[in-house]
């Protein structure tokens, strides 16, 4: 069995879960929030300026700090409890495929997961602003132009940034039977990071894999994008290299 049978196999895993609901759910909830945002004369003649750019930057921020976060925490955690959830970990290790296939196959889904959030949030953002429009008719959205080039950089950067996160929260997800152990653990670390940039400005918390996704969306951290994405990106090689090992060695089959 090859790693696209495979990936079709985990897929189709996820059909009856609620793994989907929970990406359209937490996708929509940044540009909920935001709809209801610059409400005051203030708010919306920053608004104005700018509209487009102003707007998805300010969503994008709001997914990066919290939501983000949240949801590699979630989503992390309830793919493989399908097996565990279930009892067929005997069958999917005793099937025709290698384990390395199944771990893989399982990160990827993992990915599309995430590729997928984005992207539903970009979507809900672009429906929130334009009804938002049509309340406000003074923000003239279409004298007005996206900077299409820091938008594509925004996302990419968000993906990049969480993907520390991601190799950590798999590796708990995916050697525990417990629910509630890596879900504490991701709350707890995402408590920890705030805690490490909102109050303590540690000179070194950029290098605490969580607090990266916060990082990247402060303006004054510009000129370091490329270190913390870098970082970001070590750690989940980190992580996942780890996780396989360890899922090789069989210590997550018992």
Same mark, same amino acid.
């Given at each position: 069995?090859?790693?696209?049978?495979?990936? !079709?196999?985990?897929?189709?895993?996820? !059909? !009856?879960?609620?793994?989907?609901?929970?990406?359209?759910?937490?996708?929509?909830?940044?540009?909920?929030?935001?709809?209801?945002?610059? +409400?005051?004369?203030?708010?919306?003649?920053?608004?104005?300026?700018?509209?487009?750019?102003?707007?998805?930057?300010?969503?994008? !921020?709001?997914?990066?700090?919290?939501?983000?976060?949240?949801?590699?925490?979630?989503?992390?955690?309830?793919?493989?409890?399908? +097996?565990?959830?279930?009892?067929?970990?005997?069958?999917?290790?005793?099937?025709?495929?290698?384990?390395?296939?199944?771990?893989?196959?399982?990160?990827?889904?993992?990915?599309?997961?995430?590729?997928?959030?984005?992207?539903?949030?970009?979507?809900?953002?672009?429906?929130?602003?334009?009804?938002?429009?049509?309340?406000?008719?003074?923000?003239?959205?279409? +004298?007005?132009?996206?900077?299409?080039?820091?938008?594509?950089?925004?996302?990419?950067?968000?993906?990049?940034?969480?993907?520390?996160?991601?190799?950590?929260?798999?590796?708990?997800?995916?050697?525990?039977?417990?629910?509630?152990?890596?879900?504490?653990?991701?709350?707890?670390?995402?408590?920890?990071?705030?805690?490490?940039?909102?109050?303590?400005?540690?000179?070194?918390?950029?290098?605490?894999?969580?607090?990266?996704?916060?990082?990247?969306?402060?303006?004054?951290?510009?000129?370091?994008?490329?270190?913390?994405?870098?970082?970001?990106?070590?750690?989940?090689?980190?992580?996942?290299?780890?996780?396989?090992?360890?899922?090789?060695?069989?210590?997550?089959?018992?």
């Amino acid at each position: 069995m090859n790693l696209l049978t495979s990936f !079709r196999t985990e897929l189709l895993k996820t !059909r !009856r879960t609620s793994l989907w609901y929970l990406c359209c759910t937490a996708a929509i909830l940044v540009p909920f929030f935001m709809f209801f945002d610059y +409400e005051s004369g203030e708010g919306l003649n920053e608004l104005k300026t700018d509209p487009w750019n102003i707007y998805f930057r300010q969503g994008q !921020r709001a997914m990066n700090i919290m939501f983000l976060p949240m949801y590699i925490v979630l989503i992390t955690t309830l793919l493989p409890q399908i +097996e565990y959830k279930n009892n067929t970990w005997k069958q999917v290790l005793t099937s025709p495929q290698s384990t390395s296939h199944i771990f893989f196959s399982k990160l990827l889904v993992i990915q599309v997961l995430i590729l997928l959030f984005i992207l539903l949030h970009n979507l809900f953002m672009l429906v929130s602003l334009t009804t938002k429009s049509v309340l406000y008719p003074t923000l003239v959205l279409w +004298e007005h132009t996206i900077n299409w080039m820091e938008f594509l950089k925004m996302n990419a950067i968000s993906y990049m940034s969480i993907l520390a996160t991601l190799g950590l929260q798999f590796w708990l997800g995916i050697r525990s039977k417990s629910f509630l152990l890596p879900i504490g653990v991701g709350i707890g670390l995402w408590i920890l990071s705030a805690v490490m940039v909102a109050e303590l400005h540690w000179p070194y918390a950029k290098y605490f894999p969580n607090v990266i996704p916060m990082m990247v969306v402060f303006p004054k951290l510009a000129p370091g994008l490329s270190t913390l994405t870098l970082i970001s990106v070590g750690y989940a090689v980190l992580f996942l290299g780890l996780a396989l090992l360890e899922f090789n060695t069989k210590k997550v089959k018992e």
